[in-house]
């Protein structure tokens, strides 16, 4: 199995590990799930996010390439701003979900999940044009700080000011590659390290009396919660972007990219399922794969993702569901081992974001 930068911190930190897109990754510490994730809603939480992707696109016609597999549009965005994305294939499904940045008028960073980035590296390259070129990183970790600490503790650590840095930019501080975003819904930055730093760096951050480490099943009940998707569960191949509710990731004017053509159908005339929250209303717990039903017992959707909410103290899931049924508030069943458990439609997210852009817009 494969190991990141930081496998031995996180044995030495006695994680429990556990196999992920074939990485042994911490799952949780000890003090457990729920702890971490309530710790990241109200301090900051660091993750280790190494196993993802990470690449450069640079050349004249970098922009034109990020247009092309994508339905964004990147030509407008200065230097230092990143966008979410998905890379489209011919029948308008998802290959995989993604955060381009500009770094410069010919440069891009971008990061792709690890489960995809074996197919996504070839993919992306066999559409490249002869004047762009991609570089997949190898050499350098990636780790996430989240919470509304983070601010505090990136300039405490590592003596950087992001006070004024805003949601979804990068900046570069010495070695690191900081981009101000992350999965989770709290402000907080990913940073990305050359390789020989990456132990040195996390050890810092743990030594600030705000942070504590966090596994992967602490991201994906932070990520539940706020209705993101999740590549092999809310996004896959056959679902494209305007069924998962991404319309807003889709640039009006931008019709030149792969599977354009089948988007601008599903825009137009609407899709037969839709993503929708689901939230249980009697005693049981949301499960993956676990079937939607309405009053006649007739099966109307599919759980994609379930699970506990330490926010709301509730069972939640997100699945897709034929579109008539849904309407928030629509009174459901989702079926666990044989039994109709009473649920409803719930409009995402179950908890607010507390990104900097909401901070800014509270604000004002």
Known sequence: MKTTPLHAAHIA?????????????????????????EWTRTHAGLFDVSHMGQMFVTGAGATAFWEHVTPSSFANIPGGRAKYSVLTNERGGTVDDLIVTRMGPDKFFAVVNAGCKDKDFPW????????????????????????????????????????????????????????????????????????????????????????????????????????????????DEDISAVEA??????????????????????????????RVGVRLTD???????????????????MLSSGGYSPSTQASIGMGYIQAEYAETGHKIFVNVR???????????????????????KEAA
């Open 13 to 37: 930190l006695g994680a429990k590990m556990g196999e992920f897109a074939g990485y042994d990754m911490p799952l949780y510490y000890g003090e457990g799930v729920i702890k971490e994730h």
């Open 124 to 235: 992306l390259q066999s559409h490249l044009p002869s004047n762009a070129q991609m570089d997949i990183i190898t050499d350098r970790a990636l780790i996430a700080l989240q919470g509304p600490d983070s601010e505090r503790v990136i300039r405490d650590v590592l003596g950087f000011d992001a006070s004024l840095m805003p949601y979804m930019w990068m900046a570069e501080h010495n070695d690191l590659l900081i981009s101000r975003l992350g999965y989770t819904g709290e402000d907080g930055f990913e940073i990305s390290i050359p390789e020989r730093n990456a132990e040195k760096v996390w050890n810092a951050f743990m030594a600030h009396e705000a942070v504590k480490p966090v596994g992967l099943a602490a991201r994906d009940s932070l990520r539940l919660e706020m209705g993101y998707p999740l590549y092999g569960h809310e996004l």
């Open 245 to 274: 509710g991404l319309n807003w990731i889709i640039a009006k004017d931008h019709t030149d990219y792969i599977g354009a053509e089948v988007i601008r159908a599903h825009l137009a005339n609407g899709t037969e399922h839709v």
């Open 283 to 301: 005693k049981g717990v949301a499960r993956e794969g676990a079937e939607i039903r309405n009053e006649a017992d007739e099966v109307i959707g």
């Open 338 to 360: 044989g039994r109709n458990i009473a649920a409803e439609v719930c409009a995402l997210p179950f908890v607010s974001a507390k990104t900097k852009s909401m901070k800014k």
